[in-house]
């Protein structure tokens, strides 16, 4: 399967744990995103990686949660001290930056299911 | 920012019958409009999309169109099948802004009765 693949797909943890979610993108794509979507509700953006640079952060995005895409390929995404707001399904997508048809086409991962006890 | 709002939240049809889901945005530099069909468990996925420079979009059973002016979008499937029930979200997109950084709609939840 060449898609944008995630790692966990289900963590349950307890508040005040560190979870540590991994996304690979589709391996053309230098592209990447973080969303994150509550029940019942679309998905949110949450911040935006070109290759290695992290160019975008949401303000959702809060000083507890940090990302890396180190070398430009597989992301990373850390919450620290988790708390029960922080359930939620984290969506990782990734796209290309050629042109033509297509172009600007976020393909979604399964997402990675968090349950906060 | 941007901000997208899509209605209905549930849409109950039967087999065969035509569904329709509306979206409106607020800013008008959008210009790439998206919809995704996102089954239980599963990431979203592209379904169509359309951008500012085209009024309608066609793919077999499934249409999108866009009113710039008014600043809507709308879904159009045709001929449902079972296979079809699941929530469908519209976007909307900046260009400029984080590459392809899409605001989404809250979703519909689309039961198509056998």
């Known amino acids: 399967d060449t898609g944008v693949s995630q790692n966990p797909r289900h963590k349950i943890t307890k508040r005040g744990q560190n979870v540590t979610f991994r996304c690979d993108p589709i391996?053309?794509?230098?592209?990447l995103y973080w969303y994150r979507q509550t029940l019942g509700q679309g998905p949110e953006f949450l911040t935006y990686?070109?290759?290695?640079?992290?160019?975008?952060k949401s303000r959702l995005l809060s000083d507890r949660f940090s990302a890396e895409r180190p070398k430009g390929s597989f992301s990373t995404l850390e919450i620290q001290r988790t708390e029960q707001g922080d359930s939620a399904m984290y969506l990782c997508a990734s796209s290309s930056l050629a042109g033509g048809p297509g172009t600007g086409e976020l393909f979604f991962g399964e997402g990675s299911r968090l349950t906060v006890l | 920012g941007e901000n997208v709002e899509q209605h209905p939240s549930t849409l109950s049809v039967q087999e065969g019958d035509s569904a329709v889901i509306k979206c409106t945005y607020s800013?008008?530099?959008?210009?790439?409009f998206p919809w995704y069909k996102q089954e239980l468990g599963k990431g979203p996925q592209l379904i169509i999309d359309i951008r500012s420079n085209v009024g309608e979009k066609k793919d077999q059973r499934i249409a999108v169109t866009l009113n710039k002016t008014a600043k809507h979008f709308s879904l159009h499937i045709t001929e449902t099948q079972p296979e079809d029930s699941a929530v469908y979200f519209c976007?909307?997109?900046?260009?400029?802004?984080?590459?392809?950084?899409?605001?989404f709609g809250e979703g519909t939840q689309l039961t198509v009765n056998p």
């Open positions: 391996s053309e794509h230098n592209r």
């Open positions: 800013d008008s530099a959008s210009n790439y």
């Open positions: 976007a909307a997109s900046i260009p400029g802004t984080s590459g392809s950084r899409l605001t």
């Open positions: 990686f070109q290759n290695e640079a992290q160019l975008e």
